[in-house]
C-alpha cells in the first residue's frame, strides 16, 4: 500500500492565483482531514469528510474548498491564494470506526504565496 | 489559552536519558492521540488512548483522566528519536474534533 499520498510536495504561487492539493488514499479508509501546520501554532483543521459525498468545515476553512467524489481521494482546492495561505499542508486519513481514529498523514505540501 | 499545552517547548538530552513530555488539557476529552514529527516533516500517529498506559517498544504513553494530563515518556533515548512530538485531544461533543498541542522539540546528543 502507497498509503497517504500528496501532490505536489512544493507550489509557489502568485497571490490570487488557484490550485488543486492533491490527496489519495489506497487504505479504504472513510474518513479524511486536511490540516495545516504553521511556525509556533498547532496542527488546524481545515475541511474533513467522512465518506465520499460528505464533507464539513474545520478550524479554519475560509479561502478553501473540498470535495470527495470518492473514498480514495480528497482534494482541496484554494480559491485566490494569499500571503496568509503560505504553510505546510498535510492530508490525512482515519482508520477504524470514528472519524478521529488513529490518522495516518501524507507527507505534506509546502505551498508559498507571494 | 489553548485546550491543549504541551511543555516543555523544547528539550536537549544524551543518549540514553528517560524522557518525559507532558500534555495538559483544559476540556473533556474521548480520547488523546501522540504523533511524532520527523525532522523530514512526516508525521506518525504513535498512540490513541483513552485511558491508563500504553507501550511500544521504548515509548510509553500515560493518561490520567480526571487530572486531564498525559505524558509521552522514552526510554533509553537514542538520537533517532529527535522528533517533534504532538500531542492531540479529541474534544468530546456532538462533532468530536481534534485540537492540537504546539509540539515539543526533542533532540536528543550521542
Known amino acids: 500500500n502507497a498509503g497517504v499520498t500528496q501532490t505536489p510536495k512544493f507550489q509557489v504561487l502568485k497571490t490570487g492565483q488557484s490550485m488543486t492539493l492533491q490527496c489519495a488514499q489506497d487504505m479504504n479508509h472513510e474518513y479524511m482531514s486536511w490540516y495545516r501546520q504553521d511556525p509556533g501554532m498547532g496542527l488546524r483543521l481545515i475541511h474533513y469528510s467522512v465518506g465520499a459525498g460528505i464533507t464539513d468545515q474545520g478550524e479554519v476553512p475560509n479561502g478553501y474548498n473540498v470535495s470527495r467524489s470518492t473514498t480514495e481521494d480528497f482534494p482541496l482546492r484554494l480559491l485566490s491564494a494569499a500571503p496568509s495561505q503560505t504553510s505546510v499542508y498535510f492530508c490525512a486519513s482515519s482508520s477504524g470506526a470514528g472519524q478521529w481514529e488513529t490518522q495516518y498523514f501524507g507527507p505534506g505540501t509546502r505551498l508559498l504565496v507571494l | 489559552k489553548n485546550e491543549v499545552e504541551q511543555s516543555p517547548q523544547n528539550l536537549t538530552a544524551q543518549e540514553g536519558e528517560f524522557i518525559t513530555i507532558n500534555c495538559s488539557y483544559s476540556?473533556?476529552?474521548?480520547?488523546l492521540h501522540w504523533l511524532q514529527q520527523h525532522p523530514g516533516g512526516g508525521i506518525v500517529s504513535l498512540f490513541m488512548?483513552?485511558?491508563g498506559k500504553k507501550k511500544h517498544g521504548r515509548l510509553i504513553a500515560t493518561i490520567n483522566i480526571q487530572e486531564k494530563h498525559s505524558s509521552l515518556h522514552i526510554t533509553a533515548s537514542h538520537p533517532r528519536d529527535s522528533a517533534v512530538y504532538i500531542c492531540a485531544a479529541r474534544i468530546q461533543g456532538g462533532s468530536e474534533k481534534l485540537v492540537f498541542g504546539k509540539g515539543t522539540k526533542l533532540t536528543v546528543n550521542p
Open positions: 476540556v473533556g476529552i474521548s480520547a
Open positions: 488512548l483513552s485511558s
